[in-house]
Structure formats: C-alpha cells, structure tokens
C-alpha cells in the first residue's frame, strides 16, 4: 500500500530498523534513533541488486522522493545506474570545490614560474590573482559565469582604469583556458565577454623629447638632493634607458665594471631573453659612486628601508616629480622613449641596433638570435656616442 504524509508522520522508532515500502521500489527506512530515510531498491543492467538513498524525510517531502526515484528509474531505463551516477557526481562536486578559481590560478602561475617567465611577469600574475580574489577566488572555476568574470572586472573601467580592467580579464582568460587544457572546466566563460569592455585610446608613459629639454632634465638630475641611491638611479637611467623593473632590480653580480657589460638574467626580463647592456664611461663612473655607497649589498639601488630589496617602484618617479616633473611631462620609463627618439633622429645608428639596446623581443626567432650578437659592436659604439651626446645636451662632462 502506498504511503501518504499522515502515515509517515505517524511512524514511530523501534528498537531495530525497519522499512515501509512505497511503490516502484520506494521505500522510508525508520532508524532507532527516529531518522526516516528514503531509500530506492532496484537491479542494474547486469541484474544486481542496489539501493539508492535519496535523501530524509521531512526535508524530502513523499512527492519530492517520488520524483526523486522517477529520476533514477529514468536513467535505469537509459541503462545508466544511478547509484554509480550519484556516486561520480559526488567525487566531481568534492573535486570542484577544490578546484576553485584561485586553486586552478596558483597552479597556473606555479606553471609560469616552472616555464621560466620573467619574475616581474610572475609577480604581476600573482597581483591580477588579489583582484580578482574577493569576487572569484572562492568559485568552483567550473561553475563561473561569464557575467561573473565581467562584475569582477567592472570596477576597474568604471573608475577610467582601461588597461587594468582589460589585464585582469585577459589574465582570467589564461587562467579559464588553462583550466580547459587541464580538464578543469569545460569552457572558457571570457570567450563571450569580447567587446564588453570599453577601449578608450591608451595613454602612453610621459617622456621629454625634445633636446633642449632633456638638457634640463639632466641639469635637474645632476642637482638632485635627496638620498644618494635615488640620485644614482636618476643619473644611470638615461644612460642605459632599461626598463624601470630591470634597473630597479639590477644587482651587482650582474655587472662587471672592467668589462665594461651589465648582464640582465632572462628571469628579470619580459622577452625571458638575456640581456646585455654595454657601460659607457659615464655610466661607469655612475656605478663607481654608487658602489661606494650600495656595494656591500646584493642590489644596486636598494630599497631606502631595507638593502635586502629593491628600490621601490615608484622612487625614480616620485624623485621626478620632487624635480618638478609631472606625471604628464616625464616617467621612469619615458627614459625609454627618450632615447629611441633621439637616437632615431641622430640617423647614426640602424634601427636594428636600437631595438636590441631596448630589448624590444624580434617575433622572427631565427632573426632575432642573429640580431642578438650582430650589432653588439655598434651597440657599444652607439652607448658610449648616446653618453657624450646627454653631456653636450647638459652641458657638463663626467668623463
């Protein structure tokens, strides 16, 4: 007979569990301790007998574990056995939870890092990761929308912030597809999210172009008061124009002074190639000082705090504005701009030889390891002309 709701709130516990059957294999199992559980018995394909628990009464309701068990009669009849089903849901749904949008995005970077990504690349990775955090950290990645990812990044448009907002969705995306590669997840949600963000025209880092004014610049380096290490990444930065990330974090087992050759490691490099920098005298005489003064320690500019890092980030710009330089006039990295302009202009070097002294990565792999070593000569030739010239600009000699 089947059961109804009156009869199965009236069951009582005994001393031993016992069972009322249903219909269809259905059945409430009582338990001494008052339980009442929903219990399914059926055959599979082979003829085996099985049970499948559904779930407890009251939270499963007889019309809910009804259909609850149609469920499973529907799969028996697809020659899938339910209790196998629930049970490879079970370790997917355990393995899900684990595998959350921050778990999937550690093991990436983890990757990049084993891949030998330069450090700098790793450490921003790891800081796309903090912002996406709060919103996606704690998601299953298998389970995340696309218009989750969107909100995440979102904020960052909204306060005018284009490139971070269009970084961190591009990071997501590395880490989605990583994912799909893994058999993490089955699609990759930023795919649709295209267009879904605004692309107003990117601002270019600041830099001073014009001779004239350069010579002022230097002039204004040259008369810098603050502390000494500031002073000497000031004074170096023109003369080897690298990227702020690279200078900052130069150390001096890289350099050697008789050889007159600064060696930057491929890990601290975006193109993930070593770079050579040839030393012109006045960059030479720049390190000199600055040994004097940081040559105990493991960087050449260290940070004011502690000489176990790096300069801060920020230092070189933030003394360009003590200068009087605004953000919109001059940056750390405009030293960059500043000489692949000039030089350009000059009309005394190849192209070629310009792009390797700012380390722009050729997409040719075959030219680019023959450009490597072919204009290294002339490289050489062009640091030390570039050095007189800054001088004939500032006025001053520090040969």
């Given at each position: 007979m089947a059961l109804t709701e009156t009869a199965i709130r009236a069951l009582?516990?005994?001393?031993?569990?016992?069972?009322?059957?249903?219909e269809k294999g259905l059945y409430l199992l009582v338990t001494p301790s008052g339980g009442r559980l929903w219990r399914m018995k059926f055959r599979n394909g082979a003829g085996v007998e099985k049970k499948l628990a559904l779930g407890s009464y009251p939270e499963l309701k007889l019309r809910d574990a009804r259909d609850a068990r149609d469920t499973a009669r529907g799969s028996l009849a697809k020659g899938i056995d339910p209790a196998d089903q629930k049970r490879r849901d079970k370790i997917a749904a355990k393995i899900s939870a684990l595998n959350t949008f921050s778990a999937v995005a550690k093991a990436y970077i983890e990757k990049n890092r084993r891949d030998g990504l330069a450090a700098a690349t790793v450490r921003k990775r790891e800081w796309f990761l903090s912002l996406l955090q709060k919103k996606l950290g704690n998601r299953p990645i298998v389970e995340?929308?696309?218009?989750?990812?969107?909100?995440?990044?979102?904020?960052?448009?909204?306060?005018?912030?284009?490139?971070?907002?269009?970084?961190?969705?591009?990071?997501?995306?590395?880490?989605?597809?990583?994912?799909v590669a893994n058999q993490l997840a089955k699609v990759d949600p930023t795919r649709d999210l295209r267009g879904a963000l605004a692309s107003r025209k990117p601002k270019h880092f600041a830099a001073i172009l014009d001779s004239r004014r350069v010579g002022e610049l230097l002039r204004a380096i040259d008369g810098y008061e603050g502390y000494p290490t500031t002073k000497y990444a000031l004074l170096f930065s023109p003369l080897v124009f690298v990227r702020p990330g690279e200078l900052r974090h130069a150390e001096w087992r890289e350099i050697d002074l008789d050889e007159a050759v600064w060696r930057i490691p491929p890990a601290k490099m975006k193109t993930r190639l070593e770079h050579a920098v040839p030393l012109s005298r006045q960059a030479i005489a720049v390190l000199k000082e600055a040994k004097a003064f940081t040559g105990g320690g493991k960087y050449v500019f260290p940070s004011i705090r502690t000489p176990k890092s790096p300069m801060s980030e920020n230092t070189v710009n933030a003394?360009?504005?003590r200068l009087g330089y605004s953000g919109d006039e001059m940056t750390a990295h405009g030293f960059r701009a500043m000489a692949s302009t000039l030089l350009n202009e000059s009309g005394k070097w190849s192209p070629?030889?310009?792009?390797?002294?700012?380390?722009?990565?050729?997409?040719?792999?075959?030219?680019?390891?023959?450009?490597?070593?072919?204009?290294?000569?002339?490289?050489v030739?062009?640091?030390?002309?570039?050095a007189d010239y800054l001088d004939q600009l500032k006025g001053t000699s520090r040969n």
């Open positions: 009582k516990p005994k001393a031993k569990a016992y069972k009322v059957a249903d995340i929308e696309p218009v989750e990812v969107l909100e995440a990044v979102r904020p960052y448009e909204a306060s005018k912030n284009d490139e971070k907002a269009h970084r961190t969705l591009q990071f997501a995306g590395q880490v989605f597809r990583f994912a003394a360009l504005r070629d030889a310009i792009e390797r002294a700012l380390a722009h990565k050729d997409k040719d792999a075959v030219r680019a390891a023959y450009h490597r070593g072919a204009h290294w000569a002339e490289r030739e062009m640091a030390q002309w570039w």
